[in-house]
């Protein structure tokens, strides 16, 4: 049995050989589990990759008709808003929200709120004990709570939704 095949069976990761010049050879193979993690590793950068192309190609492509539906939701919310109080505007952003079924919906839903109570008449209480998004426990408390309170307990489009509230209330 050769140097070379010693190490081989014995270690499995290092092989010795000779050269032509008659120098020794060192070559390293890598680990199954190392192939396998690089390979899962990769597949799932591709798959982002992927993700992340044909998103940008999908906005792109729609950009012009997404541009119109906003204008038209902002417009939306500035006349419902009008003459009404704030919790008017609250409570129709939340009946929307419950027809909702998927995430331009849940966006467009956002903008009628915040535009509908930024041209609402605002009572002055409104906006207490609505934390700043800056204190992040309080805030996920608070929206956990209100959406609760609404009837949409762990609803993360409702926890989203009250989100645009607090940016209203932190523009006042």
Not at 57 to 78: K, N
Not at 143 to 152: N, P
Request: charged letters at 25%.
């Amino acid at each position: 049995m050769s140097c070379g095949s010693l190490l081989d069976s014995r270690a499995g990761h290092v092989s010795l050989g000779i050269e032509a010049d008659g120098k020794p050879r060192y070559t390293r193979q890598m680990p199954a589990w190392l192939k396998v993690i690089l390979i899962i590793l990769f597949i799932g950068a591709a798959l982002v990759a992927l993700a992340v192309f044909l998103g940008v190609r999908w906005l792109r492509s729609h950009e012009g008709e997404l541009r119109e539906q906003g204008r038209a939701v902002i417009a939306e919310g500035e006349n419902f808003g009008r003459g009404k109080d704030a919790e008017a505007c609250v409570a129709e952003a939340f009946a929307r929200l419950k027809r909702c079924d998927g995430f331009i919906c849940e966006a467009k839903t956002k903008v009628f709120l915040q535009h509908c109570v930024s041209t609402s008449n605002v009572p002055p209480a409104f906006c207490d004990g609505v934390p700043k998004r800056s204190e992040i426990l309080a805030s996920a408390t608070w929206a956990l709570e209100e959406c609760a309170r609404r009837g949409l307990a762990n609803d993360r489009p409702c926890t989203r939704l009250v989100g645009a509230l607090q940016e209203v209330c932190e523009k006042r």
